[in-house]
């Protein structure tokens, strides 16, 4: 009967611009629960684990032959209805679909992977009827069991066995069954504990004099675990397997005549995967006088605003701050989001907070592998401890954490907000975790606060407009000074030959000041690789990548020119293509020149090198943060990385070698970014003994920004920025949407951009500009040109994106352009 049907609208994870139906069998409809995972076919032969989106009675019309959902992966939903909000406004608001946020936001651990799989069914009465292909296959079943449709394909020497399956599927002959496993598992460790018919003094002292006099060994281990267990101080019943071992210094021998005796069990006990210090005592610091007020200030905020901006000075104990601010959310059972904008970040600020908060405190990013990520996943959506004896109710992360399944969010904390690392550039959804995080204060009910020395223009912008609140943080902990910053002028420099490589007098003799007085020096620099190209030195030949239009970088390390977009690495060239010379000559200086040049120039400095290079290994990263900390690195180089919010003590000298590359870099936001970069690095200089010095090589002391930079004057340049940003229709007073269209024919390319150029035109007018190519006009054998769409921000942004996606859509949907790439990116950085 038609009051007996329900019906599933289940998202996929698949770029489909709507939501698919299934029914729900009767045998599911009392288990299917909104936000569970259920597998449904779809297409002839592929099964997809699906998200349930929405349950409901309504026959789907037009119709379409209905398929039955095939199975329930979760009894209980693991998103939220919450998530599935923020899900639809990601979608919405960064014109993408449902199924690019649900493949963004799972861990890959709870996707599962499909291999079609077919076997004889074993109901069926196999006799006469069949062809001799048909016959084959059978037989080929009987004696496999199972076979995937690519060994059909195979075996029956043709592209495609569909047609034989099909029938042999109408005959009921086989099942076709798609495969579906979960990648993650638990894991497991083997676990040692005491048999319970030896709990009493008695039975266990007469196992023990049995020992003493027959098996000695085994009388050792037995006792070294009753004093690691029973009669220790800590409270447990249990030890692992390796650590008994361990302990003991005994063999796998002399444990296994215990199994075999049954007086202890070894047994598979499931832990967590994350390594997490062991807590002792907890310590919340005392907050200064500066700290206190403005924390007092963040709560008086916060009763009338839901999203707060902290303006404090690099160095001014922000971190402190957030503390006692999740305390408070801890003693009311809340949970808490810290988000940071680079994974290394995390180092430091996990020892602090598992300092403060033990192991409520946990960690998600994407270096952690798929299981991992499950576990993590599973614990903040059941806020119980469970086998793994695991809670955690703060979850430090980057961008990622914003999709875990909090349950009872009380405070967002994203420190850093100025970071563009906070945007999601490829693939979709194109996300800023920032705005994000503000939104899921909305939906949560949960304050936001936003953290930075130099804040966003456009954070700052709401700040003042009164749309978020602001407080500001002008002293450094315990009154220390800030560092004196001084501009180097590169330019002078070479003129009078006064350079040492790549160093002025002035960061020379501040290296070598600091080296003598057993202090460190951080050396930035945002290129990595030894050069960022190599040329002829007799035709100007250079190098180029043959999928991207650029120029290979020069690694030495590995002897060889990588290309820094798509990866492609050849070796070193010798000589020229273009007159045959073999004056092949490095221009311009990355990070491994650098340290190359430091180690020259001070043989007995410990140098070390921090970039994308050197910290591709899970933990490298955190082995050069603790080797920096405990004085064992004398000079840090490094790219971004190093001007992260890192604290050290010893760091007096900071050399930024190249301000003129971050000033130069076309795009409307390089002066602020250019500001924020030197003052974060400046901010490592000068923690506690005495006052830092940063020295800032430029061929342009003069220029503007320098001299804001070196005044530390934030709000001149802020206010210069604003004027001509009014001006020229550019954040905060106008929404960007970047269209970006690709091919990989160039002249096809052309023609789509024009066509979809010219039709925005025709609706947004003069304020399109392109299509252009963009600085790198060609990467992986993809020609791209982007469109840039500047919207009033009192328009109807909403109305906008949706007739730019018609545009989009009709552009894919035109003769020729099946290869077309092209989407839009909301608020670009």
Not at 418 to 431: G, I, L, T, V
Not at 456 to 483: C, D, Q, W
Not at 506 to 522: C, D, F, P, S, W
Request: hydrophobic share 40%; aromatic share 10%.
């Amino acid at each position: 009967m038609m009051e007996d049907l329900l019906f599933a609208d289940v998202i996929l994870p698949l770029p489909l611009g709507y939501r698919y139906t299934y029914r729900v069998p009767a045998a599911f409809q009392m288990r299917i629960k909104t936000g569970a995972r259920v597998i449904v076919q779809f297409g002839k032969r592929k099964f997809f684990s699906a998200l349930v989106y929405k349950l409901h009675q309504t026959m789907p019309t037009g119709g379409f032959d209905i398929k039955d959902i095939d199975a329930i992966l979760d009894e209980e939903p693991i998103i939220s209805e919450k998530q599935l909000v923020l899900w639809e406004w990601i979608a919405n608001y960064y014109c993408c679909t449902l199924g690019e946020v649900y493949k963004a936001a799972l861990p890959s651990g709870l996707k599962l992977e499909s291999q079609t799989k077919i076997s004889l069914n074993p109901e069926a009465i196999i006799g006469e009827g069949f062809n001799d292909k048909e016959t084959a296959v059978i037989l080929l079943l009987e004696s496999r069991k199972t076979a995937s449709i690519q060994d059909l394909n195979r075996f029956l020497g043709q592209l495609s066995s569909f047609a034989v399956l099909k029938v042999l599927l109408e005959k009921n002959a086989v099942i076709v069954e798609e495969q579906l496993r979960e990648s993650y598992k638990p894991k497991l460790i083997s676990t040692v504990r005491l048999n319970p018919e030896y709990q009493s003094d008695e039975k266990l002292n007469s196992m023990l004099d049995l020992l003493a006099r027959k098996a000695k060994k085994q009388e050792q281990l037995l006792k070294i675990f009753l004093a690691e267990t029973l009669y220790g101080d800590l409270d447990q019943t249990e030890i692992s397997k390796r650590d008994l071992l361990e302990l003991a210094d005994a063999s796998d021998a002399a444990l296994k005549g215990l199994e075999e005796k049954q007086v202890l069990e070894v047994f598979q006990k499931e832990i967590g995967r994350i390594d997490r210090p062991q807590s002792s005592e907890l310590l919340i610091k005392e907050l200064s006088e500066p700290q206190q007020m403005a924390y007092d200030e963040i709560l008086k905020q916060f009763e009338a605003q839901q999203t707060v901006l902290l303006n404090g000075v690099t160095s001014s104990g922000k971190t402190e701050i957030y503390i006692r601010l999740i305390e408070e959310q801890l003693k009311i059972g809340k949970q808490v989001l810290y988000l940071v904008p680079e994974i290394g970040l995390t180092t430091q600020i996990i020892t602090r907070l598992k300092t403060a908060f033990g192991d409520l405190a946990g960690i998600y990013h994407s270096k952690f592998n798929d299981a991992e990520r499950v576990e993590i996943w599973f614990n903040v959506l059941n806020e119980k401890s469970g086998k793994t004896g695991q809670q955690y109710k703060v979850i430090l992360g980057a961008r990622s954490a914003i999709f875990l399944p909090f349950r009872d969010l009380g405070l967002i904390i994203v420190d850093e907000e100025h970071e563009n690392s906070y945007k999601q550039f490829d693939p979709a959804p194109r996300y800023n975790a920032r705005d994000m995080a503000i939104l899921m204060g909305s939906i949560h009910g949960a304050k936001v606060l936003l953290g930075s020395a130099t804040p966003s223009y456009e954070t700052f912008f709401n700040a003042k407009a009164g749309k978020y609140g602001l407080v500001n943080l002008s002293e450094r902990f315990l009154g220390i000074e800030m560092p004196e910053l001084i501009p180097a002028n590169t330019q002078e420099a070479y003129k009078r030959k006064q350079m040492r490589s790549v160093f002025t007098p002035e960061l020379y003799g501040e290296i070598a000041t600091a080296l003598i007085n057993k202090e460190q020096v951080i050396l930035f620099q945002n290129r990595r690789g030894f050069a960022p190209f190599v040329q002829c030195g007799k035709c100007g030949w250079i190098p180029k990548c043959r999928y991207c239009d650029v120029s290979k970088t020069y690694h030495k390390n590995r002897s060889g020119l990588i290309c820094h977009y798509c990866g492609h690495a050849t070796s070193m060239a010798i000589k020229c293509e273009e007159c045959g010379s073999e004056e092949i000559k490095p221009r311009g200086f990355g990070t491994e020149k650098i340290e190359d040049e430091i180690q020259l120039l001070f043989p007995e400095a410990r140098v070390a090198r921090m970039d994308l290079d050197t910290t591709r290994a899970k933990k490298a990263y955190d082995q050069l943060i603790w080797q920096f900390e405990n004085g064992k690195i004398d000079i840090l180089v490094g790219t971004q990385m190093v001007t992260k919010g890192l604290d050290f003590d010893h760091v007096r000298v900071v050399g930024v070698l190249n301000a003129d590359n971050l000033l130069n870099y076309p795009d409307f936001r390089s002066y602020e970014r250019s500001f924020q970069l030197i003052m974060q690095v400046s901010g490592r200089a000068g923690r506690k003994h005495n006052r830092g010095k940063v020295i800032v090589q430029t061929s342009q002391p003069n220029h503007p920004v320098i001299q804001d930079v070196i005044a530390s004057d934030y709000y001149r340049l802020f206010s210069r920025q604003m004027a001509e940003r009014k001006m020229f229709r550019y954040p905060p007073y106008f929404r960007l949407i970047k269209i970006v269209v690709k091919h990989q024919n160039k002249d096809r390319l052309d023609l789509a951009a024009l066509h979809v150029a010219t039709a925005l035109r025709t609706i947004f007018n003069k304020n399109v500009l392109g299509p252009e190519y963009p600085v790198v006009g060609r990467i992986q054998m993809w020609f791209q040109k982007e469109i840039l769409i500047k919207l009033p921000r009192d328009g109807k942004i909403q109305d906008a994106k949706s007739k730019i996606m018609e545009i989009i859509n009709n552009a894919k949907s035109l003769p020729n352009n099946s290869q077309l790439i092209v989407y839009a990116d909301v608020d670009p950085m």
